[in-house]
């Protein structure tokens, strides 16, 4: 069970890198949504998602289906959009107390 313990501890690792990722990526969300505060643009936007998606389908070297891949990136998106309409809104720059 040692070499169990072994992957899941790089699993873990990753998980942290992950998160630290993510959340980099989320303030640049939120730097996008104050920018498109000031300059009255939507939150929304159905080209850019799309661009994003195509991309990383054409990036994904696998395992990851690319099925898989674009629910993953769906769902990042999907927050991204949350807060960067929250940004938008001059709520502030942190949702982590409305889970």
Known sequence: MKEIAEWRAKIDAVDTELLELLNR???YTVAIGHIKRAH???I???QRE???LQ???EKNPGPLSE???QRLFERIIDESRLLEKHA???LGDDMSSNS
């Open 88 to 90: 938008s809104l001059g």
């Open 44 to 46: 929304y936007d159905p």
């Open 55 to 57: 991309a990383l389908a």
């Open 25 to 27: 990526r989320a303030g």
């Open 50 to 52: 799309k661009q994003i």
């Open 67 to 69: 099925s898989a891949i």
């Open 40 to 42: 009255a643009m939507p």
